[in-house]
């Protein structure tokens, strides 16, 4: 049986993912900031151990990598993420706020990269997923602003790019995943489409991807976007 982990797992795209892969034959390892407050995670029945992990506490990383120590880890979804204060115009940056959206959408995800290494490394799978924005294409910004966000997706996106010349010769394939604009606390409800189908489509793509795709900066629907 192939493992998976997920970051972020207590509500929107982490929680589909969560109930995707368990319903598809997977374990689960389900991390999140509160697991005692995580009800709609925690009501979910089937292969799922939930865990403690603030993607910004570095006790929670020692303790994963304790609990984990003798794990395979097939899949690693880098989900969790902010969006920040979301001042969208050049002379509105708050600073403070731009480190933490660095703090969780760049460092905290290499850091668990860094922490579940050996356990990736000895997987079937070996597999590292980081859910990055279009906001985070340097191509395709034509609407300005979102400054600490779009920075954060697009530093991601190069963490990834390296994380890809720099693992290949253990196997490892790492990707960037655009899921799409999506109905959820941080897109909104006038967003394009819901969980589930980003979800099912994201779910489909980590499913086939090869060591011949790591490297690339992927569109929820399977097309490649742009860096
Ligand atoms: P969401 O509904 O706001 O959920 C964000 C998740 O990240 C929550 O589970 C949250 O946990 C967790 N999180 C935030 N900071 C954390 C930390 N320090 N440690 C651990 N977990 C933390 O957002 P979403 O839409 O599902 O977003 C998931 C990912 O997709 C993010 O990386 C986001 O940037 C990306 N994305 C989303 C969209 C969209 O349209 N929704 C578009 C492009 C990219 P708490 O409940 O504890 O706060």
Partial sequence: MKTIFVTGSNRGLGLEFVKQFESNGFKVIAACRNPRLADNLNSIKGNIEVVKLDINSGSDFENI?????????DILINNAGIIGLNKKMIGEI?????????????????????????????????????ISSKLGSI??????????????????????????????????????????????????????????????????LIESVTINDTGKFFNFDGDIIKW
């Fill in 65 to 73: 990598s304790t609990i984990y120590k003798n794990e395979n880890i």
């Fill in 94 to 130: 708050n600073y403070e706020d731009w480190k933490n959206v660095f703090q969780t959408n760049v460092l905290g995800p290499t850091m668990i990269v860094e922490k579940l290494l050996s356990q990736i490394a000895r997987s079937q799978k070996k597999l590292i997923v980081s």
């Fill in 139 to 204: 191509e395709e910004n034509s609407g300005g602003g979102q400054y600490a966000y779009r920075a954060s997706k697009a530093a991601l996106n190069a963490v990834n790019k390296s994380l890809s010349i720099d693992l290949i010769d253990k196997g490892i394939t790492s990707i960037v995943i655009s899921p799409g604009w999506v109905k959820t606390d941080m897109g909104g409800q006038n967003a394009d489409i819901t969980v589930h189908d980003s979800v099912t489509q994201m779910r489909r």
